[in-house]
């Protein structure tokens, strides 16, 4: 799947994220780089993906994320048939305390 995505174009793209020390810099490039509505989406779907690593049901991460369940089983596909790549995430927020 990564490969459909693969390009020049996105790895600088994430070259250029990778370059961001904080969190306040991130705020920066990204309220630069994406709309506020593409955002607030970004944080959705990490917000289902912690709830579902949680176990949490679907009605329950309805209610709290607002997110629809097409939103949740997309995000809950990818937790388990993607790339790991909410897992490496989650794993690096825990070991620094970030998430529970």
């Given at each position: ?26 705020y920066?490039?990204?309220?630069d ?8 989406s ?46 490496l ?12």
């Amino acid at each position: 799947m990564i490969e459909k995505i693969k390009n020049e174009n996105m790895d600088l793209l994430f070259e250029a994220i990778l370059t961001l020390e904080t969190v306040e810099d991130c705020y920066k490039f990204f309220d630069d780089l994406c709309t506020h509505i593409e955002l607030k989406s970004f944080a959705q779907r990490l917000q289902v993906a912690k709830q579902l690593d949680e176990h949490r049901v679907y009605n329950s991460i309805v209610n709290e994320t607002g997110a629809s369940t097409a939103t949740i089983s997309r995000v809950n596909r990818s937790l388990r048939d993607g790339n790991d790549g909410y897992n490496l995430v989650f794993e690096r927020l825990r070991e620094k305390e970030i998430i529970d």
